[in-house]
């Protein structure tokens, strides 16, 4: 709907502004409302999980940002919410505690904004820009391969890595047994010890025991057919050791496949052992504990 928004005493800007420097969009955007109105705010939204690629920067580093341009705006935030419902309610509760009792309002939105979720009191109006322009995501994609050979570039980004919280990082082993064999892995840098089958669990897979048959395929070419829970435990990485974030693994049992195994992906070598004969010493530092669980959870599946 078409209105004149300069009968309004406030222009109120909803946005997430998650760019490195204003565009031209976000500068008519801007320009627009100001010109219109003679109070203006923005509002910038403020995500639950920051850090991540569609959320970079925070709500202060966003805040300065519009100010180094506008010092004379007033920039507040705006928690995201699961519900629309709630989070317009929100919105509106904290627009009431920065406005006059008698201002009038109108809420202003860019192409793709929240203005079609948007359910609360205030009218809307959206502003249209040409092309790419208005969109954040496309700056922030064209800037991914772009490093800069300059210390307030190098600065952010241990800014960011400093700023996050530690994350989990999960992976799968998979303890393949036929004939009382346990199929081992070995890597280039392993030397003489040996390891389970495994790898990285994906974002795009629905269970981990999606994560252990497609490792053991990668890797082995073997089809499982069924996977069995063994444990899960942290595991002390010699790679992530000086990191905060930590590799935790989730270990199954299969005897139920087909195929012959053959070393592919990052594997050089792969070959079957008799449990009896296999200690904690044959195997890689980062998987002594998960033998020993594992040979703990055999002799009892077949006592």
Same mark, same amino acid.
């Given at each position: ?11 109120? /800007? ?10 031209? =969009?976000?500068?008519?955007? +801007?320009?627009?409302?100001?010109? &219109?109105?003679?109070?203006? +705010?923005?509002?910038? !939204?403020?995500?639950? +999980? #920051? ?22 705006? /007033? /920039?507040? #935030?705006?928690?995201?919410? &699961?519900?629309?419902?709630? $989070? ?12 006059? #009792? ?28 040409? !092309?790419?322009? $208005?969109?954040?995501?496309?700056? &922030? ?20 890595? %400093?700023? &996050?919280? #530690? ?8 303890? +393949? ?16 010890? $040996? =390891?389970?089958?495994? =790898? ?37 990485? $010699?790679? %992530?050791?000086?990191?905060? *974030? ?9 005897? *139920? ?8 992906? *990052? /594997? ?36």
């Amino acid at each position: 709907m078409e209105f004149y928004t300069n009968q309004y005493d406030v222009g109120i /800007i909803i946005g997430r502004f998650q760019v490195d420097k204003l565009h031209i =969009g976000h500068q008519d955007l +801007i320009n627009f409302v100001i010109n &219109r109105h003679k109070k203006v +705010i923005i509002f910038l !939204g403020i995500s639950n +999980i #920051p850090g991540t690629k569609h959320d970079p920067l925070d709500y202060e580093c966003r805040k300065q940002l519009i100010l180094s341009k506008y010092p004379n705006l /007033i /920039i507040l #935030p705006i928690n995201d919410c &699961r519900d629309d419902l709630d $989070w317009s309610f929100n919105l509106d509760k904290r627009i009431n505690e920065v406005i006059g #009792p008698l201002q009038s309002v109108v809420l202003y939105g860019a192409r793709d904004s929240f203005i079609p979720f948007y359910c609360g009191k205030y009218n809307t109006q959206v502003l249209n820009g040409e !092309g790419n322009l $208005w969109t954040g995501t496309t700056i &922030r994609e064209s800037l991914k391969n772009q490093a800069q050979n300059a210390d307030s570039f190098r600065a952010g980004a241990m800014w960011q890595t %400093y700023n &996050r919280y #530690p994350h989990v990082i999960s992976v799968v082993d998979i303890a +393949i047994v036929k004939d009382n064999k346990l199929l081992l892995c070995q890597k280039s840098y392993d030397k003489d010890e $040996w =390891g389970f089958i495994g =790898g990285f669990s994906d974002c795009k897979s629905q269970t981990l025991e999606e994560d252990a048959i497609r490792e053991a395929k990668e890797e082995t070419g073997l089809e499982l057919n069924k996977v069995e829970y063994v444990c899960n435990l942290k595991l002390d990485d $010699w790679r %992530y050791r000086k990191n905060d *974030d930590k590799l935790h693994t989730t270990l199954f049992f299969s005897n *139920d496949f087909t195929g012959y195994p053959v070393a592919s992906d *990052d /594997i050089q070598r792969c070959e079957f052992f008799k449990l009896d004969k296999l200690t904690e010493n044959n195997m890689v530092q980062v998987h002594k504990q998960l033998f020993n669980i594992f040979k703990t959870f055999f002799e009892k599946k077949n006592a």
